[in-house]
């Protein structure tokens, strides 16, 4: 819901006030969030959610943004840097959950969402001091007509394919810490399995962009689609910890591949004052 308001913030605004608004969403995530724990809410609960789909819709801009400010041909390296931040996350968000989930001793992961809202705010600090050009207002409406762009045959293999890996990896991911309750595995099992995920997801970045200049964005990106597939088969092997383990890794590899690949693609079929309403769109 949120992907398209946000692109015409940073149209208007430029990106930094997106940041801004996403950030500010991201804190309120995490209190509202520990409030509905703390008052038994459900749908403050819900509402909490909402608000950190608002806070991921603005973050997913990232990755384009960084690609502004270089040459075309460093354009997979600039995606991949951005997202190779994401293996400090996979080590600092896992530790946060387990270290915090009961500071609060009779209302579990209430101190973990503040602990969230916090790190929002200083993601926020930071954001706000990137500067980033205000885009121009004929740049927004130059370039050709975006159903002309949409209904390349590479772009939309870009978009099946970023869709197809941000979709299984999505659900892959949130059902497998709760399968590992269901048979019996520890929550810090489950926090460990999810740290080597996010890792997984990420640390690849450092050299993805290279496998994409070297082998083509398609390729790579057909490549992590197969790999999605083989770590979902994976699942029917056995519910041991290990093999939840070994799904949820090679299942981080396969969505760096499939979804950088297709990031990188969808940058082949526009042109530079086609980049903000195409940017909105792919992100959706």
Known sequence: MCVLPAGELARKYGRRAAFMAGTGAGVLTGLLAAI???????????????????????????????????????????????MAGGVAAGVIGSQLVTHTMHLWSDKMFAATFIAQAIVAALAGVILFGVKLAKPLANQAYSGRPLRTIALQPRFISAV????????????????APLAMHMYGHSQESANLGMQWHVIAMYAPSFFTGKLIARFGAARISVFGIILTAISAAIGFL???????????????IGWNFGFLGASALVLETHKPEEKNVLNRLVTL
Request: charge should be negative; charged fraction near 10%.
């Open 160 to 175: 099946i394919c970023g869709a197809a890996s941000y979709m299984v990896m999505n659900f892959l991911m949130t059902s």
């Open 36 to 82: 509905a724990l703390y008052i038994d809410s459900f749908w403050l609960y819900c509402l909490s959610a909402l608000l950190g789909g608002a806070y991921a819709a603005v973050a997913l801009s990232f990755r384009f943004a960084a690609t502004d400010g270089v040459p075309e041909n460093k354009r997979p390296q600039a995606l991949s840097m951005v």
């Open 238 to 252: 056995g519910e041991g910890v290990y093999h939840f383990y070994a799904l949820l890794i090679l299942l981080g």
